[in-house]
Structures are given as C-alpha cells and as structure tokens.
C-alpha cells in the first residue's frame, strides 16, 4: 500500500507562495491518480487538485490559475505548487491517491500528518 509524507507547508504571507512535497513509498506510485486535499479547522476534507497516471491535471475553482500540482516519477515524489495564497488557502494539506471517477479517496487509505499551511499578515 501506498504510503505518503507530507512537507513543505509553513507561514506565509498573503501573495506568497509555497512548495509542498510529498514522498511516497510502499507502492505503485503510477498506478493511481493522486491529489492533494486540505482540511481547514472546522471544515470537511476537500479535493484540491489531482494528476492523473497520463500526467492530466485537473483543479478545485478556489484554486485553478494559482496551484499546479506535478510529480516525479523518478523519486516517487507529488507537488504542489501554490501561488498568489490567500487566507482562505490556510488548512492542513494531504495526498493520496483518489478515484478519478468518484473523485473521493478509496476505501481504507491511511492518511499522513499533512503539512500545515498558514497565511497569515
């Protein structure tokens, strides 16, 4: 089974921008569109971009145009570039793999610490 480590999120600035990685191991990294999702405080998990195994990219509205996510087939590893943050893109941030056609997570996925990500003045 796939497993994942979150990092690269921190405090920054509104206007800013960050780098998140995620490293996997234990798997086919391939094998499975992934995403990156968030959770803020008091909220429900939501899907903010995903890659499918053909490298198509797809984005939540809130954030098209200012998030690009990638990966790297040679390190196992997923990114997530994010630009022009705001305070509504603060919320701790996952991956995993996702069903393209539901668009929600598989059944039984284990989830990481996430890294948090806060944008603050």
């Known amino acids: 089974q796939l497993q994942f480590v979150e990092s690269g999120g921190g405090l920054v600035q509104p206007g800013g921008s960050l780098r998140l990685s995620c490293a996997a191991s234990?798997?086919?990294?391939?094998?499975?569109?992934l995403a990156w999702y968030r959770q803020a405080p008091g909220k429900e998990r939501e899907v903010v971009a995903t890659i499918g195994t053909a490298g198509i990219a797809n984005y939540a509205d809130s954030v098209k145009g200012r998030f690009t996510i990638s990966k790297d087939r040679s390190t196992n590893t997923l990114f997530l570039q994010m630009n022009e943050l705001g305070p509504e893109d603060t919320a701790v941030y996952y991956c995993?793999?996702?069903?393209?056609?539901?668009?929600?997570?598989?059944?039984?996925?284990?989830w990481g610490q996430g890294t948090q990500v806060t944008v603050s003045s």
């Open positions: 234990g798997g086919f990294f391939n094998a499975y569109g």
């Open positions: 995993n793999p996702i069903n393209l056609a539901t668009m929600k997570p598989f059944d039984n996925v284990s």
